[in-house]
């Protein structure tokens, strides 16, 4: 049988931080895991082996949280948490979440880890590039995204000098089974009402779809010493026209929704995922991707 494999996720209420845990539990058989949650709130499900209230927004708590765990070495930290735009807008809180308190608890746990997966944003990026590379320009003006690539940045020189392998995601919109807050779940239930839908810019490409389960696949590559060490996009690696998603809509919700072209003069950009396609790990298409999410 194959040694346990220890893993800290952080943010491990939220549905990514569960659908992870979920998904790890569900691998292999033969591959035994020590799942460790670190989270504001408890979890609903019973997925970790052990919860610890922490958050990364005090430092003083994650102290506490640290005393639970300091004497633990672990393969890999998920850091999921996030203070995210739709339960804040409080810049400091973006920065001393995503930012200070993030650090904080990497660096607690410098010796303790041998490898971190980054959840990262693509709201990083300036909103006025067309083709978004993980060397496009940041916008400035965007607290949360400024502050996720920050400590994107300090991730990655702590890695270099601690000797830790990392990769950073930039996840566009998320998509995994009960997510919300996202234009793709505000489709779902607005057509499961028989509500109006505005759409803009309908022939306009698209690719970005984080799909969660790229996410999981990412996190076994590192289990098994898998090493990119930089940032990279989460994206669907094809792309189709938004008119094309409306039209996977109805097929898979099975009736006419009532779509309403909407004029916008944001410009419809596209998630470069040239660099993803580099890693050994399987991808999914647009239609994949949300045909999954809508079951």
């Given amino acids: 049988m194959s040694e346990i494999k220890r893993i800290l996720i952080t943010g491990a209420s939220s549905a990514l931080g569960s659908f992870i845990a979920k998904s790890l539990r569900g691998l292999n058989q033969s ?21 610890i209230r922490c958050d990364l927004g005090n430092f003083r708590k994650i102290d506490c949280a640290f005393k ?24 400091h809180e973006f920065f001393q979440t995503n930012c200070y308190g993030s650090f904080y608890l990497v660096e607690k746990l ?12 693509s709201s990083v990026y300036n909103q006025n590039d067309e083709i978004l590379l993980e060397s496009s320009d940041i916008d400035i003006y965007n607290e949360y995204g400024l502050s996720k690539f920050y400590f994107e940045r300090i991730l990655k020189n702590f890695a270099k000098v601690s000797n830790i392998q990392f990769i950073s995601l930039r996840v566009p919109v998320l998509i995994l089974p009960g997510v919300q807050n996202n234009f793709i779940a505000k489709w779902k239930e607005l057509a499961e009402k028989d ?13 970005q779809v984080g799909d969660a389960r790229v996410i999981v696949g990412l ?77």
Avoid at 31 to 51: A, C, H, M, V, W
């Fill in 31 to 51: 591959q035994k895991f020590e799942l460790i949650g670190l989270s504001r709130t408890k979890p609903i499900n019973n997925y970790f082996d052990k919860f």
């Fill in 68 to 91: 639970e765990i300091e004497n633990k070495y672990f393969d890999l930290l998920i850091h999921a948490s996030s203070a995210v735009p739709i339960s804040t807008e409080n810049a």
């Fill in 110 to 121: 410098r010796y303790q880890i041998k490898g971190i997966l980054n959840i990262s944003s």
């Fill in 195 to 207: 509500e109006e839908i505005l759409i803009s810019n309908p022939n306009s490409f698209f690719n």
């Fill in 219 to 295: 996190a076994t590559l590192s289990l098994n010493n898998y090493s990119y060490n930089d940032t990279v996009n989460l994206g669907s690696f094809d792309t189709i026209r938004i008119s094309n998603l409306t039209e996977i809509f109805q097929r898979h919700l099975g009736k006419k929704i009532n779509f309403k072209i909407q004029e916008s003069k944001k410009k419809a950009q596209l998630l470069s995922t040239t660099e993803l396609q580099k890693i050994p790990v399987k991808l999914y298409t647009v239609e994949e991707t949300i045909s999954w999410y809508l079951g």
